[in-house]
Protein backbone atom coordinates (compact mmCIF):
# COMPACT_ATOMS: atom_id res chain seq x y z
CA UNK A 1 0.00 0.00 0.00
CA UNK A 2 1.34 3.16 -0.62
CA UNK A 3 1.14 5.68 1.95
CA UNK A 4 1.18 9.58 1.04
CA UNK A 5 2.43 11.67 4.25
CA UNK A 6 0.20 14.96 4.16
CA UNK A 7 0.45 17.54 7.52
CA UNK A 8 -3.03 16.60 9.47
CA UNK A 9 -5.08 20.29 9.52
CA UNK A 10 -8.37 19.31 9.46
CA UNK A 11 -10.70 17.15 10.83
CA UNK A 12 -11.37 15.66 7.19
CA UNK A 13 -7.19 15.47 7.05
CA UNK A 14 -7.66 13.60 10.09
CA UNK A 15 -10.67 10.97 8.97
CA UNK A 16 -8.53 10.68 5.77
CA UNK A 17 -5.23 9.40 7.73
CA UNK A 18 -7.40 7.19 9.74
CA UNK A 19 -8.81 5.35 6.92
CA UNK A 20 -5.46 4.92 5.81
CA UNK A 21 -4.56 2.89 9.02
CA UNK A 22 -7.81 1.13 8.97
CA UNK A 23 -7.14 0.00 5.70
CA UNK A 24 -3.50 -1.43 6.82
CA UNK A 25 -5.34 -3.17 9.42
CA UNK A 26 -8.50 -4.25 7.79
CA UNK A 27 -6.12 -5.47 5.31
CA UNK A 28 -4.05 -7.68 7.79
CA UNK A 29 -1.09 -6.39 5.77
CA UNK A 30 1.84 -4.90 8.55
CA UNK A 31 4.65 -3.35 6.64
CA UNK A 32 7.53 -5.52 6.84
CA UNK A 33 10.02 -3.98 9.55
CA UNK A 34 12.46 -1.80 8.27
CA UNK A 35 10.79 -1.53 5.23
CA UNK A 36 10.05 2.32 3.20
CA UNK A 37 6.30 1.49 3.57
CA UNK A 38 7.14 0.43 7.52
CA UNK A 39 8.43 4.25 7.75
CA UNK A 40 5.64 5.78 6.43
CA UNK A 41 3.25 4.14 8.21
CA UNK A 42 5.07 4.76 11.41
CA UNK A 43 5.14 8.98 10.40
CA UNK A 44 1.63 8.52 9.76
CA UNK A 45 0.79 7.12 13.10
CA UNK A 46 2.83 9.66 14.76
CA UNK A 47 0.92 12.47 12.47
CA UNK A 48 -2.63 10.99 13.80
CA UNK A 49 -1.36 10.65 17.28
CA UNK A 50 0.45 14.04 17.43
CA UNK A 51 -3.81 15.40 15.91
CA UNK A 52 -5.26 13.70 18.53
CA UNK A 53 -3.16 14.58 21.57
CA UNK A 54 -4.12 18.38 20.15
CA UNK A 55 -7.57 18.15 19.26
CA UNK A 56 -8.84 15.09 21.62
CA UNK A 57 -6.57 15.05 24.73
CA UNK A 58 -7.55 12.41 27.49
CA UNK A 59 -7.91 13.95 30.87
CA UNK A 60 -5.70 12.25 33.59
CA UNK A 61 -7.75 9.83 36.24
CA UNK A 62 -8.55 11.24 39.36
CA UNK A 63 -7.00 8.85 42.07
CA UNK A 64 -10.39 7.79 43.07
CA UNK A 65 -10.69 6.94 39.21
CA UNK A 66 -7.04 4.99 38.96
CA UNK A 67 -7.61 3.03 42.72
CA UNK A 68 -11.15 1.94 40.93
CA UNK A 69 -9.78 0.87 37.85
CA UNK A 70 -7.16 -1.02 39.23
CA UNK A 71 -9.67 -2.79 41.57
CA UNK A 72 -11.96 -3.25 38.23
CA UNK A 73 -8.84 -5.27 36.29
CA UNK A 74 -7.64 -7.07 39.18
CA UNK A 75 -11.03 -8.79 40.64
CA UNK A 76 -10.44 -6.64 43.78
CA UNK A 77 -13.05 -5.53 46.27
CA UNK A 78 -13.49 -3.14 49.52
CA UNK A 79 -12.24 -5.32 51.30
CA UNK A 80 -9.40 -6.62 49.38
CA UNK A 81 -8.41 -2.51 49.80
CA UNK A 82 -8.56 -2.03 53.75
CA UNK A 83 -4.79 -3.35 54.02
CA UNK A 84 -3.76 -0.50 51.67
CA UNK A 85 -6.50 2.23 52.39
CA UNK A 86 -7.73 1.45 56.21
CA UNK A 87 -11.09 0.71 57.68
CA UNK A 88 -13.93 -0.03 55.00
CA UNK A 89 -15.23 3.64 55.44
CA UNK A 90 -11.85 4.91 54.77
CA UNK A 91 -11.75 3.28 51.30
CA UNK A 92 -15.57 3.79 50.64
CA UNK A 93 -13.96 7.48 51.11
CA UNK A 94 -11.44 7.81 49.24
CA UNK A 95 -13.39 5.90 46.22
CA UNK A 96 -16.06 8.36 46.28
CA UNK A 97 -13.07 11.37 46.40
CA UNK A 98 -14.14 12.93 49.46
CA UNK A 99 -11.09 11.69 51.32
CA UNK A 100 -7.63 12.58 50.12
CA UNK A 101 -4.60 9.95 49.80
CA UNK A 102 -2.16 10.23 52.56
CA UNK A 103 1.43 9.81 51.42
CA UNK A 104 1.24 6.04 53.17
CA UNK A 105 -1.54 5.33 51.50
CA UNK A 106 -0.03 6.06 48.12
CA UNK A 107 2.90 4.22 48.87
CA UNK A 108 1.01 0.61 49.79
CA UNK A 109 -1.18 1.68 46.60
CA UNK A 110 1.86 1.94 44.54
CA UNK A 111 2.68 -1.92 45.97
CA UNK A 112 0.00 -2.95 43.80
CA UNK A 113 1.65 -1.92 40.65
CA UNK A 114 -0.77 1.68 40.24
CA UNK A 115 1.47 4.01 39.01
CA UNK A 116 2.53 7.07 41.39
CA UNK A 117 1.12 9.46 38.78
CA UNK A 118 -2.55 8.53 38.94
CA UNK A 119 -2.41 8.31 42.94
CA UNK A 120 -1.19 12.05 43.34
CA UNK A 121 -3.30 13.74 40.95
CA UNK A 122 -4.40 16.87 42.39
CA UNK A 123 -4.71 15.62 45.99
CA UNK A 124 -3.24 17.23 48.65
CA UNK A 125 -1.10 14.76 50.88
CA UNK A 126 -1.74 15.02 54.71
Do not use: C, W
Not at 37 to 53: N, Q
Not at 93 to 107: C, F, T
Request: glycine share 4%; no cysteine.
Amino acid sequence: MNIELRPIRTEEDYRRALKMVEMVFDAGHEPEPDSEEAASFEALVTLLEAYERKHYPIEAPTPAEAIKFHMEQQGLSVSDMERYIGSKNRVYEVLKGSRPLSLNMIRRLMTLGIPAESLLGSAQLR
